[in-house]
């Protein structure tokens, strides 16, 4: 096990248990915090045993071979353009940042790391891109963190611009945030994976080499591909049903766009039935996210006697945002049932793991609203 604090040394501690790891050594467990206690059963062949985030139910540990890393990390750097040197700007005990380690591995270069200990910095974020040496470089960051770069801008943005790819992910990208930074000249890529399948595996709506996206008649998205990990450890059941047919069934809904990539909708649970009607949350929050001066924007449901569940919405926004004007871009692009009935704005969206809005505290804050 690998106790993961953000600091430079845990990072390079990490590193070397994934560097034996990956020529046949023992599997490795990163962690945050308390060291875990794991269940004493079969690794699956794996290489790294990466913790879920937990959003739904009890958080199970991933079991990822040496493969799938190898095949994530090459697939990832075929898309970008070839092998490159990597900043570490993720935590490192969840696969994101795991993998920025494994691709820096693979190319000849270790990562170098920004201290996370007290948070992202972009002052630290600049100085620490000043370490890179010549060459193709990458990094990977939530929309947080690229949201705090765009605002801060100076060296920090200048910094960001030297990168050949900048892959984000671990949460929905707000389109207007992907626009500012590209306009900017920031070469952002954004990425959909999971845990179960070494990370992102499919860039801007397209999958990586190898990788093939299917949708069932529900939209439910199945993905397939050396990518995937072997299982859940110590849980054979939930094994057998998540990866029957070579092939891991996630629990996101998704739909194919009119020049073939990839939209995801949300997740299936997500869905919010409202006087009748399924509205799916991501796509209120891809509208509300586009409208001017709304920084970000989280949907969930919330109970109502009359209707159901009402659509709710969390905004992030500069200064008042115009009610009517977002009531008519979602009511435009998704019909009237999609429009939301209840909205509050926040300084900050709750998170939780790498970058995810926490959809249970978002719930519970409109909660209180609409009592």
């Known amino acids: 096990m690998v106790g993961c604090d953000g600091s430079p040394a845990s990072a390079g501690a990490l590193a070397d248990a994934l560097e034996a790891a990956l020529e046949g050594g023992a599997a490795v467990v990163p962690y945050a915090g308390a060291a875990p206690a794991l269940p004493d059963a079969d690794p699956l062949g794996a290489a790294l045993l990466i913790e879920t985030s937990g959003s739904t139910g009890a958080a199970k540990r991933v079991c990822l071979p040496a493969s799938a890393l190898r095949a994530s990390a090459e697939a990832t750097h075929a898309r970008l353009g070839g092998p490159g040197c990597w900043l570490l700007a993720l935590p490192a005990h969840h696969v994101a940042g795991a993998q920025v380690i494994v691709r820096g591995l693979l190319a000849g270069h270790r990562p170098v790391v920004l201290d996370s200990r007290d948070g992202f910095r972009a002052e630290r974020f600049a100085a620490a891109v000043d370490r890179l040496p010549d060459g193709r470089?990458?990094?990977?960051?939530?929309?947080?963190?690229?949201?705090?770069?765009?605002?801060?801008?100076?060296?920090?943005?200048?910094?960001?611009?030297?990168?050949h790819g900048v892959l984000i992910g671990g949460a929905a990208t707000p389109p207007v945030l992907l626009a500012a930074a590209r306009s900017a000249g920031v070469n952002a890529v954004t990425t959909y994976g999971m845990s179960e399948t070494s990370g992102g595996c499919v860039y801007d709506g397209r999958p990586l080499d190898g990788v093939v996206v299917s949708l069932d008649e529900t939209g439910r998205i199945s993905l397939a591909g050396?990518?995937?990990?072997?299982?859940?450890?110590?849980?054979?059941?939930m094994t057998?049903?998540?990866f029957a047919e070579d092939r891991f069934r996630t629990s996101d809904l998704g739909q194919w766009t009119p020049d073939g990539r990839l939209r995801v909708l949300g997740r299936a649970d997500d869905v919010i039935t409202t006087g009748g009607e399924k509205v799916h949350p991501a796509a209120v929050e891809r509208v509300?996210?586009?409208?001017?001066?709304?920084?970000?924007?989280?949907v969930v449901g919330v109970a109502d006697p009359e209707w159901g569940q009402l659509v709710a919405a969390a905004l992030v926004a500069e200064g008042s945002p115009d009610l009517a004007a977002l009531a008519d871009a979602v009511r435009t692009e998704l019909g009237a049932p999609a429009v939301p009935r209840l909205l509050r704005t926040l300084d900050e969206l709750p998170l939780r793991g790498v970058g995810k809005p926490d959809r249970a505290a978002v719930t519970r804050l409109l909660d209180e609203t609409a009592t």
């Open 137 to 163: 470089r990458y990094t990977s960051l939530v929309p947080t963190q690229l949201h705090r770069v765009l605002t801060a801008g100076g060296a920090a943005l200048d910094a960001l611009r030297t990168f």
């Open 226 to 237: 050396p990518v995937l990990a072997s299982g859940y450890l110590g849980l054979p059941e």
């Open 288 to 298: 509300l996210a586009a409208q001017p001066g709304v920084r970000a924007a989280c």
């Open 240 to 242: 057998a049903d998540a």
